[in-house]
């Protein structure tokens, strides 16, 4: 659902993808190839909102702020199941785990992988290729070329995503039996573990 709200209507690049179950407030832009998962929610009720090219805000995540700010997730961020952005603004080609929580001005990096269920505290500045885990979250080391190159691919994975979306994504009653030529989903992306004893 896309709302209007006090006059500012959501910008949505026509190549985004934008799930019927996710809900997208006032002063949001949204630039090309973003995919945006059921559950979603991006509230620019109270500030803007501006997620760049291949920004992916994956299911029941949150993207939301104190009045006035503005905040911004840059070209590929990829936001993970269930994550809370509250007023951060979040670097290129960064990673964001599943149910991990950033708070109000804090700032990540470039290309930094910030693990599952992290908590970075407000006003939080994370350097660029940085690996953060914990609560409190903190920087455990810096992120390997291949680390950053399993990401990208995965990133990509969700760029491709919208499109897929647009053409063959339908509301269907369901089936009452398993068709006996189903076909088998095609594995085509590692864990990291997998992908680094590929390498």
């Known amino acids: 659902m896309i709302y209007e709200f006090k006059g500012y209507i959501p910008v949505v690049h026509e190549s985004s993808f934008v799930h019927p179950l996710a809900a997208v407030t006032g ?7 973003c995919y945006i998962g059921p559950g979603a929610v991006i509230r620019g009720d109270w500030g803007e909102i501006i997620l760049e090219d291949g920004v992916n805000v994956q299911e029941n995540c949150t993207v939301h ?11 590929s961020a990829h936001i993970g199941h269930g994550a809370i952005i509250h007023g951060a603004n979040i670097g290129r ?4 785990g599943m149910n991990t929580v950033i708070m109000d001005d804090a700032e990540i990096g470039d290309e930094s992988i910030i693990g599952a269920m992290a908590f970075v505290k407000a006003q939080t500045v994370i350097p660029s290729r940085s690996l953060v885990v914990g609560n409190p979250a903190k920087i ?5 070329d291949e680390m950053i190159a399993w990401k990208t691919k995965g990133t990509q994975l969700y760029q491709q995503l919208p499109k897929d979306c647009h053409e063959t994504l339908r509301e269907v009653e369901p089936l009452r039996e398993i068709p006996k030529e189903r076909p088998t989903q095609e594995a085509f992306y590692d864990t990291l573990r997998d992908f680094m004893d590929e390498k």
């Not at 002063?27 to 190839?33: A, F, R, S, W």
């Not at 702020?65 to 070209?75: A, H, Q, R, T, Y």
């Not at 455990?140 to 390997?144: D, G, L, N, R």
């Open 93 to 96: 080609n960064v990673l964001v």
């Open 65 to 75: 702020m104190f009045p006035g700010k503005s905040i911004v997730l840059k070209e």
């Open 140 to 144: 455990i080391k810096q992120v390997s």
């Open 27 to 33: 002063n949001v832009i949204i630039g090309k190839d």
